[in-house]
């Protein structure tokens, strides 16, 4: 079983950045690829970005690739979110995923991930 916890959301002004944490509880965090996803008001969730069990594979979502970084800490439990130049449009409740499997490279769709956090609010202004 693995839980997730996140922090690090708050509101910003357009170009600003953030970072986001989630730390994970569970004896196998280190086997696991991690993932951030994001949900704004009437919209559905859609990927963000993935890092694979050894923090050597990444995949980002066209909209945000070259703007955050997906990071794996094994030491300490934890995956982070660099959010950079921020737009209105990233604006939304951001969650932590865990791969339902173990062993795997970055996945993809949410399909791949079985364990999720309550989510942090991330709010860009203009």
């Known amino acids: 079983q693995v839980q997730l916890v996140e922090s690090g959301g708050g509101l910003v002004q357009a170009g600003g950045s953030l970072t986001l944490s989630c730390v994970a509880s569970?004896?196998?965090?280190?086997?696991?690829?991690m993932g951030w996803f994001r949900q704004a008001p009437g919209k559905e969730r859609e990927f963000v970005a993935a890092?694979?069990?050894?923090?050597?594979?990444?995949r980002y979502e066209e909209r945000v690739r070259g703007r955050f970084t997906i990071l794996k800490d094994n030491a300490k439990n934890t995956v982070y979110l660099q959010m950079n130049s921020l737009k209105p449009e990233d604006t939304a409740v951001y969650l932590c995923?865990?791969?339902?499997?173990?062993?795997?490279?970055?996945?993809?769709?949410?399909?791949?991930?079985?364990?999720w956090g309550q989510g942090t609010q991330v709010t860009v202004s203009s």
């Open positions: 995923a865990a791969d339902r499997s173990q062993f795997r490279q970055a996945g993809g769709p949410s399909t791949d991930f079985g364990y």
């Open positions: 890092i694979g069990y050894t923090g050597r594979s990444t």
């Open positions: 569970g004896r196998d965090f280190t086997n696991r690829g």
